[in-house]
């Protein structure tokens, strides 16, 4: 079955300055989507950054991106120039396409804080 | 363009009450999911469906049953509540249309007494 792994509960990070927040996965398929969400006081879930596993380049999203090491089964997020607005909840997931196999997993979350 | 809509936003019941859950997506999406969000413990996938008429089990579906009544439609059901099930509840769905992002709605706050 796939987990997914974020061993940071709480990081904190300094205004303007970069971050990174860990995400390991276990899978034994080989073609599958990684995701980073974040997910403000609001209770909503916004779509950060997305990776398809298929893909050897690292995904970027403006101030977002990801090293994606898939040997390794690692899927990192770095957030350069931090701002206050980034203090969140980030979640890493896993998406399989394959049919017959739909689950979409989550990790436990990471906590970022954003000090001013 | 209202994407996942859940009812209600929050609930009170009393314990070995029972209530369903509401979750509608207007976006013709195949998957949908069901999960609870609890402190330190992520979101746990409590049922999903893969497609209209067919619904698997998740991490934690003791206590819950789902129904996936159309292609726009899954709710969940708690038969009779208990304080353990206290949590926030999100549904979502997913489709390969949009590269599998999941949308989810703005969940629901039930607390069980």
Redesign the interface.
Known sequence: AQTVT?SQ?EMSVQEAETVTLSCTYDTSESDY?L?W?KQPPS???I?VI?Q?AYKQQNATENRFSVNFQKAAKSFSLKISDSQLGDAAMY?C?Y?S?TS?T????????TRLKVLA | NAGVTQTPKFQVLKTGQSMTLQCAQDMNHNSMYWYRQDPGMGLRLIYYSASEGTTDKGEVPNGYNVSRLNKREFSLRLESAAPSQTSVYFCASSDKTKAFRAFFGQGTRLTVV
Request: charged residues 20%.
């Open positions: 974020q509960p989507y995701f969400y209770r909503q879930m779509l997305r398809e979640f997931a998406r396409p017959g739909y689950k979409y997993i989550f990790g436990t979350g």
